[in-house]
T-cell receptor, first 115, second 114 residues
Framework: GAVVSQHPSWVICKSGTSVKIECRSLDFQATTMFWYRQFPKQSLMLMATSNEGSKATYEQGVEKDKFLINHASLTLSTLTVTSAHPEDSSFYIC???????????FGPGTRLTVL | AQKITQTQPGMFVQEKEAVTLDCTYDTSDQSYGLFWYKQPSSGEMIFLIYQGSYDEQNATEGRYSLNFQKARKSANLVISASQLGDSAMYFCAMRDRSYQKVTFGTGTKLQVIP
């Protein structure tokens, strides 16, 4: 199956700093990438959908100015958590899909802890 | 709006037995897709099986099969011959017609007992 990587796998930062998470599709060109957030023992909540070369579509309740998503190429999408606060601590997972394929391939996730 | 409902927060199954994990959905789309994913404690999401809304046959992948009942809007996952390694969270998910939105259920924690 296709491989999606995320970097970093975990990050600890101070409140008020910004954190960038990268999501890469390693062996295919991802026309669409998804960013999810998962709190402990809860489900995945879709934050935004991004298509290469266009602005991300954010889900209701997700602050686009706080969670900046860039999908600059067919193999890379980034999520930047700006001015992070402890309530932003969560497990962030990206996924990618190639047009005409049903399956979306998930990255291993990034655990963010904001102190 | 799409909605996925998993009513079983936790399930136990004896090793080598079969188990069914329930999933019902709601959507106004005529074209959609349904997935099941496994999430072990490591956090990775592992794709198990996919069913398209127009697929006439129930999907099967090895020990996994999807019992798709379109009129009842249900897409239950059946795991045959359970193994200890099957212990994990299982999520049902649905994509919309344009594949621009994927909605996940709340998950079912499956524990396989030796």
């Amino acid at each position: 199956g296709a491989v999606v990587s995320q970097h970093p796998s975990w990050v600890i930062c101070k409140s008020g700093t910004s954190v960038k998470i990268e999501c890469r599709s390693l062996d295919f060109q991802a026309t669409t990438m998804f960013w999810y957030r998962q709190f402990p023992k809860q489900s995945l909540m879709l934050m935004a959908t991004s298509n290469e070369g266009s602005k991300a579509t954010y889900e209701q309740g997700v602050e686009k100015d706080k969670f900046l998503i860039n999908h600059a190429s067919l193999t890379l999408s980034t999520l930047t958590v700006t001015s992070a606060h402890p309530e932003d601590s969560s497990f962030y997972i990206c996924s990618a899909r190639f047009k005409d394929y049903n399956e979306q391939f998930f990255g291993p996730g990034t655990r963010l802890t904001v102190l | 709006a799409q909605k996925i409902t998993q009513t079983q927060p936790g399930m136990f199954v004896q090793e080598k037995e079969a188990v069914t994990l329930d999933c019902t959905y709601d959507t106004s789309d005529q074209s959609y897709g349904l997935f099941w994913y496994k999430q072990p404690s490591s956090g990775e999401m592992i794709f198990l099986i996919y069913q398209g809304s127009y697929d006439e046959q129930n999907a099967t992948e090895g020990r996994y099969s999807l019992n798709f009942q379109k009129a009842r809007k249900s897409a239950n996952l059946v795991i045959s011959a359970s193994q200890l390694g099957d212990s994990a969270m299982y999520f049902c998910a649905m994509r919309d017609r344009s594949y621009q939105k994927v909605t996940f259920g709340t998950g079912t924690k499956l524990q396989v007992i030796p």
